[in-house]
């Protein structure tokens, strides 16, 4: 890799992901070509996201409206596919449903009825991932495992919202088995829910600090920021709510 004209070293540092997701990949017995790695550009200025299109991606992770809308119109010339991670609020669905090109964060009715409402406004549909919460963590955020189901169902009436599988962030634990615990619990949803005929393919889990462990269970998209980016500016409890310590 030549980085010599940039001192950045997001070019050195995307490889280096690059290269050990896909070892993952085969230390699991997977073809590497079976992951997706979504950046996740959250607090990173626009020049460090176009130096990031200058190497190839074209698809960038976000985990505030705001910020996608922020980032949308300086970036437009690079034809970003904006992905909404985040928490979103429901009176937020205005600048989802104009800025992102998806969201996997859905993870209630309310959500999908303010969605879809200003959707169609939009006249627009959106591919969505249903949010999960995988753990018993009180701080974050997902539907819970046992409404999935009944979800699901509802989803099938907004034709705004093309469901394309399900997202988790796992339980913060130095503990491995507890880690891939929650990944195995969204893959097992997964399956069920395929089983009654819900097109729910993809699986978004692994973050920087346990996309292996995501991958080892079936992890199709792995959302990594630190890893490409460097350490984030601001402390996650500001861009991050549900990993915030209990106020
Ligand atoms: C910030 C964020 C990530 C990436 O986290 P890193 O540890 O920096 O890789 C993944 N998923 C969500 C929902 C995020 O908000």
Redesign the pocket.
Known sequence: MNQSNSGSGLAARWQAVRERVDAACRAAGREPSEVTILP?S?TFPIEVIREAVGLGLHRF?E?KAQEIKAKFAPLADCAIAWVM??HSQTNKVKEVARYASEL??LDRLELAEALHKRLQIEGRALDVLVQVKTSSEETKYGLPADELPGFLDALRGFDTLRVRGLMT?AVHSGDECEVRACFRMLRELRDQARIVGHDVARLSMG???DFALAIAEGSTEV?????IFGE?AYP?SY??PERSPAS
């Open positions: 996740v959250k992770g985990n991670i985040g996997q964060s962030l973050m920087s600090g959302r990594i920021g630190t890893a984030r996650d861009y991050w």
